[in-house]
């Protein structure tokens, strides 16, 4: 079955019905879960909570995977195992003296004969599986080991891939979203809305609740947006780290006039810009050692900012560890010069980005 997505699984399981295996991957992890939850719905019914295997990617044990794959159903009508984070690049923490084509090929040899009333799931919600954007196409490819894993779900099953969707899809969800709690939001303030929460949906949904609840069933206006949501530092931070990213000075200097700068609050600006950079150079470090995200935000002690940890795996990768590093001290520099001298706080940090930008063109000329 070729490539699809949330909304053409659904589809599919409706006049399809179940595959044999399944590989849910993407951006948007919500929507990964989302789809896991689907086909274990259709597969197991009421009875997920009694009849579904658990089994962690990095803790398989090949032999007894087959054992499981070919073991019969007793509580439903499919035996269901769910296979959580299995990263080909690096299947186990220590890989010392094995390749990671010494686990990935038993797995696929325990998992090459499914019976029929067996489905397995594999699906990724702690790391990022590598991909590319194929512009004939317009899907996108899977660059690293993991592509042996879809291409083998691809040929027997199903792969799902959940991207991040846009901030006008998302428009149209929270239209439906406060509607269906008896309010009102215009198509134009909910887009809004999405990008004041970096089109992150479990974000929206708490906001969509707040926002219903003051409004009381009149229409949630963009002044409320203003007062209630009020686009965090965090939120234009990331405008501005991505425009660096593109060499787009323009929306640069456009995202540092929104930061509102003055001598009251430069502490505060300069450390959410220094804070996006440095979670990217985390994550970017992170990726390079093979570790899952959520291990990252656990081991950084992210806590309730582990979708910061999430926007860090997604965009590190358009700067590069030595850019980033680069950019760290620019903003170490920067600190020490408005804490040591009277300078004006945006020309000090429209320095920052001017050098960052410059940054970007040196590195592209070498």
């Not at 029929?116 to 919600?125: C, K, P, S």
């Not at 540092?256 to 001598?263: F, G, I, K, W, Y």
């Not at 220094?274 to 390079?288: G, H, I, P, Q």
């Amino acid at each position: 079955m070729p490539k699809t997505d949330v909304k053409g699984l659904t589809a599919a399981l409706k006049k399809d019905g179940l595959s044999r295996v399944y590989y849910i991957f993407g951006a948007d992890v919500t929507g990964v879960e989302k789809a896991t939850s689907l086909v274990i719905k259709e597969a197991l019914g009421e009875n997920a909570d009694i009849a579904l295997t658990k089994l962690k990617g990095s803790e398989l044990d090949m032999s007894e995977l087959y054992d499981m794959v070919q073991m019969a159903p007793m509580m439903s009508d499919y035996n269901c195992i769910l296979i959580n984070d299995y990263n080909c690049e690096k299947p186990v923490d220590d890989m010392r003296g094995r390749t990671a084509d010494d686990y990935t090929k038993p797995l696929l040899e325990a998992i090459k004969d499914i019976p029929d009333y067996t489905v397995v799931i594999f699906n990724v919600t702690g790391f990022e599986v590598g991909t590319r954007r194929d512009f004939r196409s317009g899907e996108n490819i899977i660059t690293d080991k993991n592509k042996k894993l879809a291409d083998f779900a691809q040929k027997n099953g199903t792969v799902v891939e959940s991207a991040l969707k846009t901030s006008v899809e998302l428009s149209r969800l929270i239209v439906d979203k406060v509607a269906a709690r008896g309010g009102v939001i215009s198509v134009d303030n909910a887009k809004e809305l999405a990008e004041m929460c970096l089109c992150d949906e479990l974000t929206i949904a708490g906001e969509v609740e707040k926002l219903c609840a003051y409004a009381d069933g009149k229409e949630i206006t963009r002044d409320m947006l203003a007062d209630l949501v009020h686009e965090q530092n965090d939120t234009t931070v990331y405008t501005l780290a991505n425009a660096v990213a593109a060499k787009n000075a323009k929306a640069a200097f456009e995202a540092v006039q929104q930061l509102n700068l003055d001598n009251d609050n430069r502490g505060a600006v300069l450390y959410a810009i220094t804070s996006v950079f440095l979670d990217m150079y985390r994550a970017e470090c992170a990726k390079r050692a093979g570790i899952p995200m959520d291990t990252a935000a656990d081991d950084f002690k992210y806590g309730s900012r582990r979708f910061a940890m999430k926007n860090a795996y997604r965009d590190s990768g358009k700067f590069g560890l030595e850019r980033l590093r680069a950019c760290l001290w620019i903003l170490r520099d920067t600190n020490v010069k408005l804490n040591s001298s009277p300078v004006d706080p945006r020309v000090a940090i429209e320095q920052a980005i001017v050098r960052m930008l410059t940054l970007q063109m040196q590195g592209r000329k070498r």
